[in-house]
């Protein structure tokens, strides 16, 4: 256990398939438990959600509840009911009870949802940012943040950028910051966007905004502020009113695990698909599709050198690209 | 139904319960509840309410009050006058008032910033996700999703019918100050991995200014160069305060770039930034009282031992048996 001044519980190298495991503490109510080291693997995260579920199934007494991040779970526990060392135990357990990665199959949906890449708002969002907050940030330049994310990675124009938003399915990682926000990656990394955040941050983004900011795509789900670069727009994720059937069970729509595809639409149909899924007339398109691990790992070696190259040009770009 | 009608809101009045809306963590939803736990289950406990009744938070005073039903009420927190229909009357108390009484709060002239009213029964609006305390953050909870407004008429629940007005003595109040001692745990990303020892030094040793722009999403203190374990955050971001997202825990000393913010029971689930410390529960009440102008906090660094046994002397002073009966 701990001595007096150290932050790490424990650390547990990496065997039998399975990823470094970082047991720390986060306060006298909760223990962060990381995965990996500091990489963007989207296995990583995998492997999170299924220690998460199986710690769901068969919670100590005393635990709270979890908080997952994109490859760690923040544990918090009633002390008075379970002590730090009792619940780590507990996590080793869990963590021993558990095949690698590659044997898992985590419940997943594919969920379909429209999108209008250069909207209103967006628009709008960047005008307002420049009027008001900061008028030379080279992202806003021309009133929109299409431009600059093209720049940045290296896409030939805004159609190789939509095309991309479009050929992937994105993985919603884990849910945080701001209720019902889903943190969302590409499954496919040549079809990878990076980008830097807004620097400082805007004070205004539509609901069903879609940005992206580092390697994550995010949907605004209310109005609010935001970092992220915009490039179209969505139809509601939340619905703390619960107009549309789809929020009847939860006002929160995404959860981890989720797969969206973003299909192209005009502005105005978005609109109205909008005013529909308030009036409850319209209805989201969701399949139940477990994801299996092990198929989507043995498939990212047929598409390594794509994928590599996708990199490479976009390091090119972006090391001749201003940061905000 | 017994009811109270707000006349003047002040600063910022809002209805919170304790612990806050757990088990949403992981949708993004950060607990809310009381800034200050200590002097929201105080004023619950003189009242003879359970801890988790629904009190409201009144920020700074300016706030009166007018009950529509007999009550049994309660203030305790930041020292102000109190008054009933112009009679003062002392805080940290329950006094009972008949029906149409006007309850008014005065300016709390510091130390302290934050004041709780407790009434029998507590404020009764619908709960969702199992509390009802606001989420400023998210304009959900509480009474209609906002702080109140003059005019607002807030449900009570059922009257508890406890006759004898009591007291929380002066020695079991807790000290309030403009320099405050806060304990906290290092980590979870600390030295030697995320910062220097020397940093860890410096956020334990010196006084850290609180920033007028603080409020219940997080107390921001000033901005400091750290010296930093780590050149950057990788592919995390450029600075080294950088990590790939993750939740954060109420309490957080959460370094921004190089401002440290205290995450505050509003704040944002998770981010992408190093968390160095922890507020331990049992001072967390502490950041509430916090004045945005003029106050400093000094972290103390304790173990998970110290922490435990804080929370247990706490846990006993908010007990039926301190009281004393009037």
Redesign the interface.
């Known amino acids: 256990m ?1 001595t ?5 519980i424990d650390r547990r190298e990496g065997e039998d398939g399975k990823p470094i495991i970082t047991y ?7 223990v ?1 438990v ?1 995965y990996g080291e ?3 693997d989207l296995t990583l995260n995998f492997f999170m959600l299924g220690v998460d579920a199986a710690l769901q199934a068969d919670p100590p007494a005393g635990m ?11 544990v ?1 526990y009633e ?2 009911e379970l002590s ?1 060392s009792e619940l780590v135990d507990h996590l080793r357990s869990v963590h021993d009870g558990l095949g690698s990665e590659q044997e898992m199959t985590i419940p997943s949906r594919v969920v379909h949802m429209p999108i209008a890449f250069d909207d209103t708002t967006s628009r709008e969002a960047v005008e307002r940012y420049i009027r008001t907050i900061r008028k030379d940030a080279p992202n806003a330049e021309g009133g929109t943040n299409i431009d600059y994310i093209v720049r940045y990675n290296g896409f030939r124009d805004r159609e190789e950028l939509y095309s991309a938003v479009l050929a992937s399915e994105q993985w919603s990682a ?8 889903p ?1 969302m990656f590409p499954l496919d990394p040549r079809q990878t966007i990076f980008v830097p955040k807004y620097n400082p941050t805007r004070t205004w983004t539509a609901e069903g905004a879609v940005g992206v900011g ?3 795509v995010a949907i605004y ?2 109005e609010s502020a935001g970092g992220y670069q915009l490039f179209g727009r969505t139809i509601p994720i939340y619905d ?1 009113r619960q107009r549309n059937k789809v929020f009847r069970e939860s006002p ?1 729509f995404m959860r ?1 695990g989720d797969r969206i595809q973003f299909h192209r639409v005009e502005e105005e149909e978005l609109l109205q698909t909008f005013e529909d899924v308030h009036g409850d007339r319209y209805r989201y398109r969701i399949e139940e599709s477990p994801f299996d691990v092990g198929a989507f790992l043995a498939w990212l070696p047929t598409i390594a050198d794509e994928a590599d190259e996708h990199r490479r040009r976009r390091e090119a770009a972006a090391a001749a690209t201003p ?1 905000p | 139904m017994r009811t109270a009608r707000v006349i003047d809101a002040g600063l910022q009045t809002t209805v919170q319960d304790y612990p806050g809306r757990r088990r949403m963590l992981a949708k993004g939803f950060f607990p809310a509840g009381p800034m200050d736990h200590f002097a929201h289950r105080a004023a619950n406990l003189l009242v003879g309410n359970d801890a988790s009744a629904a009190t409201l938070e009144i920020t700074l005073g300016n706030f009166r009050i007018r009950l529509e039903s007999d009550a049994t009420v309660a203030v305790c927190g930041a020292e102000a006058p109190l008054t009933v229909d112009g009679e003062a009357v002392a805080v940290w108390e329950s006094h009972h008032v008949p029906a149409g009484s006007e309850l008014a709060l005065g300016v709390a002239a510091g130390p302290g910033f934050r004041a709780y009213l407790a009434v029998d029964g507590g404020f009764d609006v619908a709960p969702l996700f199992g509390s009802r305390a606001t989420y400023t953050m998210g304009a959900l909870g509480g009474f209609e999703g906002r702080p109140l407004q003059a005019g607002d008429a807030l449900p009570l629940g059922e009257s508890r019918a406890n006759a004898a007005r009591r007291r929380l003595p002066a020695a079991s109040r807790p000290p309030y100050s403009r320099e405050w001692e806060v304990r906290a745990m290092r980590g979870p990303h600390a030295a030697p991995d995320f910062l220097s020892e020397s940093d860890m030094e410096t956020l334990f040793g010196r006084p850290w200014p609180v920033d007028r722009n603080s409020n219940r999403t997080g107390i921001r203190l000033e901005s400091h160069k750290f010296e930093w374990a780590r050149t950057s955050g990788g592919i995390a971001g450029g600075h080294p305060s950088n990590i790939l997202d993750n939740s954060y825990p109420v309490g957080a000393i959460n370094i921004n770039g190089d401002l440290p913010v205290i995450l505050g029971p509003d704040g944002p689930t998770a981010g992408g930034f190093v968390v160095a410390a922890t507020v331990i529960h049992a001072d967390f009440w502490k950041i509430g009282q916090f004045r945005t102008v003029g106050d400093t906090v000094r972290f103390r660094e304790v173990t998970i031992d110290d922490a435990i046994a804080a929370e247990r002397q706490l846990s006993a002073t908010l007990a039926e048996s301190t009281l004393e009966t009037i």
């Not at chain 1, 007096?4 to 790490?8: D, F, K, L």
């Not at chain 1, 720390?24 to 909760?30: K, M, T, W, Y």
């Not at chain 1, 884990?174 to 926000?181: I, R």
């Open positions: 701990a007096t001044t150290t932050a790490i720390r503490f986060a306060g006298d109510r909760g962060l990381e500091m990489e963007f709270v509840e979890t908080a997952p991040g994109f490859r760690s779970i923040l918090m002390p008075s730090a884990f849910m945080g910051f701001f209720p019902g926000l943190f580092g390697p994550c789900p209310v703390i929160l981890p940061v």
